[in-house]
Nanobody, 126 residues
Framework: HVQLVESGGGLVQPGDSLRLSCAAS????????MGWFRQAPGKERQFVGG????????FYADSLEGRITISRDNDKNTVALQMNSLEPEDTAVYYC???????????????????WGQGTRVTVSS
């Protein structure tokens, strides 16, 4: 079992960058595939990207690739989402999620993840 806590959200202007962090507590963090999702008001939860257990393989939503980078530090039990050139359309609550499934392949389906954080809100507005 793992508990996840996101941080780093806030109000930013278009074109700004933002780094979100997800801190995990519990055992076996370094065996979990990790994903980032976001949910805008009135919309379904959307896959942003993911990273495999050792950080060597990353997955990104096609629409976001080139603007985001996901990394992890297994010594610190953290996963980060770096977002650049933010747009108003990036406004959402951002969630990190963990999956215990072996051979993580960047699933885009929320049901494939076993643990979720409470989310951190990002608002992009001038």
């Amino acid at each position: 079992h793992v508990q996840l806590v996101e941080s780093g959200g806030g109000l930013v202007q278009p074109g700004d960058s933002l780094r979100l962090s997800c801190a995990a507590s519990g055992r076996f963090f370094d065996t979990y595939g990790m994903g980032w999702f976001r949910q805008a008001p009135g919309k379904e939860r959307q896959f942003v990207g993911g990273i495999n257990y050792n950080g060597r393989v990353t997955f990104y939503a096609d629409s976001l690739e080139g603007r985001i980078t996901i990394s992890r530090d297994n010594d610190k039990n953290t996963v980060a989402l770096q977002m650049n050139s933010l747009e108003p359309e990036d406004t959402a609550v951002y969630y990190c999620a963990a999956t215990e499934k072996a051979f993580y392949s960047g699933s885009r389906f929320p049901d494939d993840y076993d643990y979720w954080g409470q989310g951190t809100r990002v608002t992009v507005s001038s």
